[in-house]
């Protein structure tokens, strides 16, 4: 089986920066996997705000994060991170990272990140 566990989130002020990081591990992960950083807000659907291929040749965001935020990975590590900038309190959210689409078996506990105004 494949587990994705994240961490590095927390609480940070408007403007300031935080760094998440999702580690893979179990005998079918792949590094080949296109994967990508989601969260959800409370009250609100799952959305995928950064994606990367498998070399990190291709990267793509939502609207909302671009130019702000930076996802990337180290496959030796098995890790795909996600540097983010210029926080805004509608960033908060719970962080979650999947393959890109997601396999809902692959779903973590995700980790929280809260921005204050």
């Known amino acids: 089986q494949v587990q994705l566990v994240e961490s590095g989130g927390g609480l940070v002020q408007a403007g300031e920066s935080l760094s998440l990081s999702c580690e893979g591990s179990?005998?079918?992960?792949?590094?080949?996997?296109?994967m990508g950083w989601f969260r959800q807000a409370p009250g609100k659907e799952r959305e995928l705000v950064a994606s990367i291929n498998y070399n990190g040749e291709e990267t793509n965001y939502s609207d909302s994060v671009k130019g702000r935020f930076t996802i990337s990975r180290e496959n030796h590590k098995n890790a795909v991170y996600l540097q983010m900038n210029n926080m805004k309190p509608e960033d908060t959210a719970v962080y979650y990272c999947?393959?890109?689409?997601?396999?809902?078996?692959?779903w973590g506990q995700g980790t929280q990140v809260t921005v204050s105004s």
């Open positions: 999947n393959t890109n689409p997601p396999r809902n078996e692959y």
């Open positions: 179990g005998r079918t992960y792949s590094s080949f996997w296109t």
